[in-house]
Every structure is written in structure tokens, then in C-alpha cells.
């Protein structure tokens, strides 16, 4: 079965440098999540979209900006980089808005800031 | 605000035993969902089960099963029959109605053989 897609893997990028991080969710589902997990740490909900409009915002920086796309794909874009933004980014994606809906988890973007 | 407590930073259990993995939470709301996620050294996070607040009858997924005490705002998660496989880091997570997200700081579970 389709699973969450995210790209790239991995990503090196230096300071105030900028980044992209995109995420293809499971064909038909139109919510898509993304997460911040920082070294030893738990996730952390930056923000979700639900039929490609904003749906729910989390301890996302003014530095990041998201967006989902009319083929629901979303992209996560962040600027001025710094140390503390290396992470895991986790995309999912659900059926449906709300936690009725399971959420299906895509593998992960590593991002490391030098 | 919504905050998800796991006092149990590690853990271990031998193979074939029972172990349970805690979490509290602390909410105003009547109506959430409470989950558990395995995170493995892959780092994929997995669906381990899900409970919803309303249901008084405590959710179980095979070898996996949760103790929900809503009153005390408790939510474990029992392992039976330990395998290899479930050595993974044990994350707690509820959702409310605002669909805000929160994980707790998991719970490392190592099954020795």
C-alpha cells in the first residue's frame, strides 16, 4: 500500500540558509500534519491543513511557512536558519480532519543546520 | 493548555514478560482521543492504538491493551508476550477537539532477550 512520501531524506544547509521540505501524503487523503522532533525529544505539532487551507497551527516559527497544494501535497519552507531547526520533520497525512482520523506517518526529513 | 506527562523515561522487560508504560494528561476538555506510537531506531513513528474518550471500554490491539482511567486522567499501556520487535522508543499523545496534537516525552522500552 501507498505510504506518506517525504523529500528529501536528509538535508544539510548552513545558517540563515533556507529550506524546503515536501510531503506527499496517501492518495485521497486531504489532511496533512507536519512536526518538528528535535534530538531526544518528542514531536512537536507545527501546523496542518485540511483541503488546502490552514486548519491548525502549532509552535510554528514565523521563520516557517507551509502550504498545501490543489494535489494536496504540502511543502514546508523554512528561513534563516538556525542551529536550533535541526530536527526530524515528520509529515502525516489522514483521511479527514480530526482524530477520529488516523494518522498515517511519513519516514522523516533530517535536517541538520551547520 | 493540554499537557501529556511520561514519568518513565526507560524501561526494560524480558522477553515473553508483561510491562506497562505510564501516562498521564492533564485537559478541560470532556471529548479527545489518546493515542500510543512506537517509535522504533528507524525513527518511523507507528500507530500502536488509539483510544476515545467517550468509550468507557479500554481499546485492544492484540498484544497491546490500555488502561484509560478518565477520572484520574490515566492512560497505560500494557505490553503482554514481549517480542524483540517492541523495543522502540513509547511515545503517549492525545488530540483534543481543536485537533492540536501533543506527544509526551516518551518512554524508552528495551526487551531483553
Known amino acids: 500500500a501507498a505510504g506518506v512520501i517525504q523529500s528529501p531524506r536528509h538535508l544539510i544547509k548552513e545558517k540563515r540558509e533556507t529550506a524546503t521540505l515536501k510531503c506527499y501524503p496517501i492518495?485521497?487523503?486531504?489532511?496533512v500534519y507536519w512536526y518538528q522532533q528535535g534530538p531526544g525529544q518528542d514531536p512537536q505539532f507545527l501546523i496542518s491543513?485540511?483541503?488546502?487551507?490552514?486548519?491548525d497551527k502549532g509552535s510554528i516559527p514565523d521563520r516557517f511557512s507551509a502550504q498545501q497544494f490543489s494535489d494536496y501535497h504540502s511543502e514546508l519552507n523554512m528561513s534563516s536558519l538556525e542551529l536550533g531547526d535541526s530536527a526530524l520533520y515528520f509529515c502525516?497525512?489522514?483521511?479527514?480532519?480530526?482524530?477520529?482520523?488516523?494518522?498515517?506517518f511519513g519516514p522523516g526529513t533530517r535536517l541538520t543546520v551547520t | 493548555a493540554q499537557t501529556v506527562t511520561q514519568s518513565q523515561p526507560e524501561m526494560s522487560v524480558q522477553e515473553a514478560e508483561t510491562v506497562t508504560l505510564s501516562c498521564t494528561y492533564d485537559?478541560?476538555?470532556?471529548?479527545?482521543?489518546l493515542f500510543w506510537y512506537k517509535q522504533p531506531p528507524s525513527r518511523q513513528m507507528i500507530l500502536v492504538i488509539r483510544?476515545?474518550?467517550?468509550?468507557?471500554q479500554n481499546a485492544t490491539e492484540n498484544r497491546f491493551s490500555v488502561n484509560f482511567q478518565k477520572a484520574a486522567k490515566s492512560f497505560s499501556l500494557k505490553i503482554s508476550d514481549s517480542q524483540l520487535g517492541d523495543t522502540a522508543m513509547y511515545f503517549c499523545?492525545?488530540?483534543?477537539?481543536?485537533?492540536?496534537?501533543?506527544f509526551g516525552t516518551g518512554t524508552s522500552l528495551t526487551v531483553i532477550p
Open positions: 502525516a497525512s489522514s483521511l479527514g480532519r480530526g482524530a477520529s482520523y488516523e494518522q498515517y
Open positions: 483510544q476515545e474518550a467517550y468509550k468507557q
Open positions: 485537559t478541560s476538555e470532556s471529548n479527545y482521543y
Open positions: 491543513f485540511y483541503e488546502k487551507m490552514q486548519s
Open positions: 492518495p485521497r487523503h486531504d489532511t
Open positions: 499523545a492525545f488530540m483534543n477537539t481543536g485537533n492540536q496534537f501533543y
